[in-house]
């Protein structure tokens, strides 16, 4: 029988989602998946997988679960308050959830987009070789209340529960630009003083992209003839027709659109994605081989991240049943057990 993860309460902008569907421009449809793609990688090496599995997804708030089968799971992205029938939950952790109990995720405390990702995977039907949804084609939907999610086969259901120590990625900081086809529309002042400006994330934003505000004079290409049109790629900086940055995320269009400054390399996306409202974002110049040489395969970086997994200690105030545990082996009545008759 397929054990089935219940979703009791679904955050606004919950959505099921993997690596997505690259490979697909041609056909008029961008990669999509996971905004974080870090924070999938992260999940894989905390629940011992071998590579990318399906998340939940959870835009600002997350929401309320319950499985009919014992299910590991990992929390990564942004830090959530999570808890287990009450108990407060580790970020960046793996756990368990056991037939009877509810997983409550409720919302962001730093960071965008959290993902709960239980190592059984979850086998919803695929579309185009993906279970991601694409809310800006319409492939998928977001969750819903009462929505039940096919469960897979866990790999190391035995695996001890583990913990991560990342790097701060939640706060805003320093994005390394590289530059691209169209760079060159903007003039060597302009490139200079765009990497000397500080920007703030707008407000509003989406998983097609997102705005940055800035003080001070805005940013123009040096001529106003359109940009020949080619492929757009997640990570990409267009300047707006009003002289403002905006950033593609995973749902950009494939093609066209406002002439691009340069592109964020895949490295330093996830910090553009998670910077909250109003966080600090800057940027800094890098060449292209540069570039290529920052870059690692998912494999490389799941071997990475590997050694920084470590056994996740638990709190004793935290285990409600301590006094039935064996905390200490080998105790004797006080008289020494080697010399005593």
Known sequence: MTALLHVLRAGPLSTVQDQGRPGRIGDGLSPGGAMDRLALLEAAALLGLEGVGETIEMAGMGGRFRSDAPLRFALTGARMDARIDGVALRWNATHCLRPGEVLDIRGTLAGNYGYMTPAAGILTDPVLDSRAAHLSVGLGRRLQDGDQLPLGHDPDPDRAPCALDVTDRLSGGLLRLMPGPQTDMFTADARTRFAETMFTRAARSSRTGTPLDHDGAHFAPRTTTSPVSDFITAGDVQITGDGRPFIMMAECQTVGGYPRIGTIITDDLPRAVQAAAGAALRFAWIT??????????????????????????????????????????????????ENDP
């Open 288 to 337: 292209s081989a540069q570039a290529d040489a920052e870059n690692m395969s998912q494999t490389a970086q799941l071997r990475a991240l590997a050694p920084r997994v470590q056994p996740l200690l638990r709190d004793p105030a935290d285990i409600p049943d301590l006094l039935s545990y064996q905390l200490i082996g080998g105790a004797t009545a006080g008289h020494d057990p």
